[in-house]
DNA sequence: CGGTTTTGACCCGCGC
DNA sequence: GCGCGGGTCAAAACCG
């Protein structure tokens, strides 16, 4: 499946507590190709003692339907995936962009489904997956396909609104 | 009412 | 050629 698989770090926005705190940063950006850049402060997140927070690199992804009938095929863009193993209870891992979910499919030897998201900002065609481990419930792993072409969205949703949309997770 | 989520259908590549 | 698995579309439902 992917190329290349390295413990490098660990999602930014989530911790190894019950709940994934939304933690924005503008240093997360995509933009800087492989610069993943983490807040030193996100360091609580990679208490996981184990190599379970890492990414992976895949360089010779498929470009999805750029095939499609009525379209010209285009030459495959080469498009970096960038896959986080993270630990968090719950799935949705807020980063700073707004993604609009486009699709779900159930995948084959795990009992989760992974979730499709795009970007919704205009011309960036970003795209994400979601994806619970089903050996391991609290092992999320976000995939990101694609190079963002607008600055990280601003926080502009407060706290609340991230929890809502969050569902808050609380522990038995 | 507009944006987002849900969900079944559809498409495509790959292995047999 | 066929079936399977993965990825996307798009209409309907949902929600603030």
Known sequence: MEDYCFPVGVHPFSSSSSMAVPQFSSSFNLNEGLGLIFQPKMEEAVQVGDDRNRIIL?????????????????????????????????????????????????????????????????????????QRLSKDDEIVVTTYEGIHTHPVEKCTDNFEHILKKMHIYVPP
């Open 58 to 130: 895949d360089g010779k992804h498929k470009e999805g339907d750029q095939n499609r009938i009525g379209k010209k095929p285009k030459p495959k863009p080469k498009r970096h995936k960038y896959a986080f193993h993270t630990r968090s209870r719950v799935d949705i891992l807020d980063d700073g962009y707004r993604w609009r979910k486009y699709g779900q499919k159930a995948v084959k030897n795990n009992v989760f489904p992974r979730s499709y998201y795009r970007c919704t900002h205009s011309g960036c065609d970003v795209k994400k997956q979601v």
